[in-house]
């Protein structure tokens, strides 16, 4: 059973940066690719970023340039570092295997506001 922890958020001007961490247990992290996912209020659940076990990185449009998806396999972590933050980023954030399977973490709030 996926145990999912994310940690990082909070409220941060336009413009401004985050770093979202995730542990993960349960898995066999090291061959899982993860991802980060957002859900805004009145909104679906989308996927932001995904990277592979072999690192491969992929990123929605709204936000290539500005989110950067990392991981530690020794550390069963993944991490969304978040820069330029723009208020239509307030979500939300989950991280989760890719594809999604199993329960779903508490997630933590990004709100970006002046």
């Known amino acids: 059973q996926v145990q999912l922890v994310e940690s990082g958020g909070g409220l941060v001007q336009p413009g401004g940066s985050l770093r979202l961490s995730c542990v993960a247990s349960?898995?066999?992290?090291?061959?899982?690719?993860m991802a980060w996912y957002r859900q805004a209020p009145g909104k679906e659940r989308e996927l932001v970023a995904r990277?592979?076990?072999?690192?491969?990185?992929l990123y929605v449009d709204s936000v290539k340039g500005r989110f950067t998806i990392s991981r530690d396999n020794g550390k069963n972590a993944v991490y969304l570092q978040m820069n330029s933050l723009k208020p239509e980023d307030t979500a939300v954030y989950y991280c989760?295997?890719?594809?999604?399977?199993?329960?779903w973490g508490q997630g933590t709030q990004v709100t970006v506001s002046s």
């Open positions: 989760h295997t890719f594809p999604s399977q199993g329960g």
């Open positions: 349960g898995i066999d992290f090291s061959i899982k690719s």
């Open positions: 990277i592979t076990s072999t690192y491969y990185t």
